[in-house]
Each structure stands twice: as C-alpha cells, then as structure tokens.
C-alpha cells in the first residue's frame, strides 16, 4: 500500500485547522503527507514552511460560487487545467487516499482523484451547512465526515488534543474572554466595549482578542473608561487565553466551536452574519438546542440578556461540554480511513 496521502484544501482557518490535524495523524502513522492548497487564502501562512510535510503545493486557483459570466467559467477552466497537474502528482507518488477538508483550495485535487479511479476521496465537512465543493464532491467520496451530518460515522470532531488537556469545569466568573478572531469582529468589539464598564464593576478580568485591524481603536477605548483589559490583535497561543476565561463571547465557525467545547468553556456565540449560509448560525444553533450555550445574532445583541447569561448555571454547562465531545476525534476517522479498501 502506499505510504503517500494527499491533504487538500484551505483558503480560511476552519478548513486549514482540520487539514493540520489530518498531516499530525498521518506523520505518526508513517506517512508522508503531501498538500495541496491555493496560493490565495491563508494556506501558504500555515503551510509553505511546515516541514513535516514531503511537498506543499499551492496552484493558483480561486473560488467560483460568487463569480458570473466569464469570470465564472475561466475559474472552472483553470480548476480543469490544474486538476490534470494533480493528478500527475497523485500519479508521482501512487497516492491512494486523498483526503478533502472542503473550501475552494480542495477544487483541484478532489477532481483530479475522481479522475484517477485508484485511488479513493475522503471528505471531512466542517459545518452544519454543507460547502458548495463538498455538495459536489459528496457523492464521489468513499467516506464523509462531520460532527453535524448523518452520513458520517463518526460525529466526534477532530480537535487538537491540547484542548482537552488544559479543560477545566468552570464554576465561577471571573474572567470574560472576547474572541473575534485574527482579522477581529467590529460587532463583538463593540459589544465588548458597550459592557466592559458594568464587567469591571463586577471585578470581572476581561480577555479581548481585537484583531488586527481594530486593535489600536479598542485599546484606545478601554484605556479612555480607564480599564484594565488584556487586549491583543493576535496570539499564537490561544489556547492560553482561553484557558485563563471563565466565559466566554465568539463567532461560531466549527473549529472554534468544538474547541471552546473541548476546553468546556461556556459561550455567548455571535454568529458571523455574512458567513455563507449562514453556517455559523446553525453552527452555534446545534449546542444551544441542547442548552450547552448562549446565542444572540448581531442584530439583537441585548445587554441585559448577556448578565442574565452570566448569572445562569455555568456549572452544569460546562460539566454538559465535557460530555458533548470526546478527545480522539482524528484517531477514530484516520483509523476508519485506513481500513476502507478499494
């Protein structure tokens, strides 16, 4: 059997988090992992330098759901033209196992093993709602998973397990953590900064990722109502801030979902409003329907709900988080994946 599997995908960091799970999995299993991505996106800031990887490629490819006309249909044509450059690749190294973790990235590759009839897609969908590419793509796949989905047979998600090795039940706030995000979110800052004053009244910590673009302005603010936050743009240890929070108040993409849900941490989600289908809605919408967390849209934020949510058991949900998902999440789908058979 070859010893070469293909990881294809990216663009965002909920699909390149996935795809640096599946290339640690697969290292400690004896493979050599090659990846394929675009040069568009965030792929090459995670991957071009990672040398636990036997080749990174990123073709120059773009997605083709929000284009019309002739720039729709020369995306296709490049991710035709491309697709027969990968499957040269897949040629080169006798690659078997493709595994797709979805977005725009994922194009070229997963056509190109469709064409190669040796060789097998697997598929992981990281939302509620399925991708554009994964709808296509799904019916091409030996195997699919996703946390959300009933066509998968394993619904634990693939989490880095130093998420659940620095999980703790919260019992009490003290410390309130603002997640928006690398690039920030202008309407989780605002909330933030609208009630900070009552939070440090409360002798409430507050840890505040305000991503890059509005850093300057929230510091700014928090130093004009004269409080002492933790405010940063970005931080390659989250994990640690997260940590430290007793609350917390996120968008609700699926990678962050399920790691906040590994580290037991209960959250107040607000949904990217302008996600496509509006996936990080339902995302949140599945844990809120099992009253594992709080979730207002962007557009009935309300002040006095988010205390009330403060106030409410926190115990009892962040005991529920711990049930709701299990470590081992990657294990379990690369095991199923390196059974399957031609």
């Given at each position: 059997?070859?010893?070469?599997?293909v990881?294809?995908?990216g663009?965002t960091?909920?699909h390149?988090?996935?795809?640096?799970?599946?290339?640690?999995?697969?290292?400690?299993r004896?493979?050599e992992?090659?990846?394929i991505?675009?040069?568009?996106g965030?792929?090459?800031?995670?991957?071009?330098?990672d040398?636990?990887l036997?080749?990174?490629?990123?073709?120059?490819t773009?997605?083709?759901?929000?284009?019309?006309?002739?720039?729709?249909?020369?995306?296709?044509?490049?991710?035709?033209?491309?697709?027969?450059?990968?499957?040269k690749?897949?040629?080169?190294?006798n690659?078997?196992?493709?595994?797709s973790?979805?977005?725009?990235?994922?194009?070229?590759?997963?056509?190109?093993?469709?064409?190669?009839?040796?060789c097998?897609?697997?598929?992981h969908?990281?939302?509620?709602?399925?991708g554009?590419?994964?709808?296509?793509?799904?019916?091409?796949?030996?195997?699919?998973?996703?946390s959300?989905h009933?066509?998968?047979?394993?619904?634990?998600?693939?989490?880095?397990?130093?998420?659940?090795?620095?999980?703790?039940?919260?019992?009490?706030?003290?410390?309130?953590?603002?997640?928006?995000?690398?690039?920030?979110?202008v309407?989780?800052n605002?909330?933030?900064?609208?009630?900070?004053?009552?939070?440090?009244?409360?002798?409430?910590?507050?840890?505040?990722?305000?991503?890059?673009?509005d850093f300057?302005?929230v510091?700014?603010?928090?130093?004009?109502?004269?409080?002492?936050a933790?405010?940063?743009?970005?931080?390659?240890?989250?994990?640690?801030?997260?940590?430290?929070a007793?609350?917390?108040v996120s968008?609700?993409g699926?990678?962050?979902?399920?790691?906040?849900?590994?580290?037991?941490?209960?959250?107040?989600?607000?949904?990217?409003?302008?996600a496509?289908?509006?996936?990080?809605?339902y995302?949140a919408?599945?844990?809120?329907?099992?009253?594992?967390c709080?979730?207002?849209?962007?557009?009935?934020?309300?002040?006095?709900?988010?205390?009330?949510?403060l106030?409410?058991n926190?115990?009892?949900?962040?005991?529920?988080?711990?049930?709701?998902?299990?470590?081992?999440?990657?294990?379990k789908?690369?095991?199923d994946?390196?059974?399957?058979?031609?």
């Amino acid at each position: 059997m070859s010893k070469v599997v293909v990881i294809t995908g990216g663009g965002t960091g909920g699909h390149l988090k996935i795809a640096d799970v599946f290339i640690s999995e697969f290292k400690k299993r004896g493979f050599e992992v090659v990846f394929i991505g675009s040069s568009y996106g965030q792929d090459k800031f995670w991957f071009e330098n990672d040398d636990r990887l036997k080749e990174k490629i990123f073709l120059n490819t773009s997605g083709v759901v929000n284009k019309r006309g002739i720039a729709k249909i020369f995306s296709l044509l490049n991710i035709f033209y491309k697709a027969i450059f990968c499957l040269k690749i897949l040629k080169k190294y006798n690659v078997k196992k493709v595994i797709s973790v979805g977005g725009f990235s994922a194009a070229a590759a997963s056509l190109a093993t469709i064409f190669k009839k040796d060789c097998n897609l697997y598929l992981h969908e990281q939302n509620s709602k399925i991708g554009a590419l994964n709808k296509i793509t799904l019916k091409y796949t030996k195997k699919a998973y996703s946390s959300f989905h009933d066509f998968s047979p394993i619904k634990d998600y693939p989490v880095d397990s130093k998420f659940f090795e620095n999980s703790r039940v919260r019992k009490e706030i003290k410390t309130v953590a603002f997640f928006g995000g690398s690039q920030g979110a202008v309407a989780i800052n605002n909330f933030a900064l609208k009630v900070a004053p009552k939070l440090n009244e409360m002798g409430i910590k507050i840890v505040h990722q305000a991503g890059k673009n509005d850093f300057l302005r929230v510091k700014s603010e928090y130093e004009k109502l004269g409080i002492n936050a933790d405010v940063f743009d970005f931080s390659k240890d989250i994990l640690a801030k997260m940590s430290e929070a007793d609350f917390c108040v996120s968008r609700a993409g699926a990678s962050t979902l399920f790691e906040l849900c590994a580290n037991n941490l209960p959250t107040f989600f607000i949904p990217f409003k302008y996600a496509a289908q509006n996936h990080q809605y339902y995302n949140a919408k599945a844990l809120f329907e099992k009253n594992l967390c709080f979730l207002q849209s962007e557009d009935e934020l309300d002040f006095n709900y988010f205390f009330d949510c403060l106030n409410s058991n926190i115990e009892k949900i962040s005991t529920g988080l711990k049930e709701f998902i299990k470590p081992n999440g990657i294990e379990k789908i690369v095991d199923d994946i390196e059974r399957q058979i031609k």
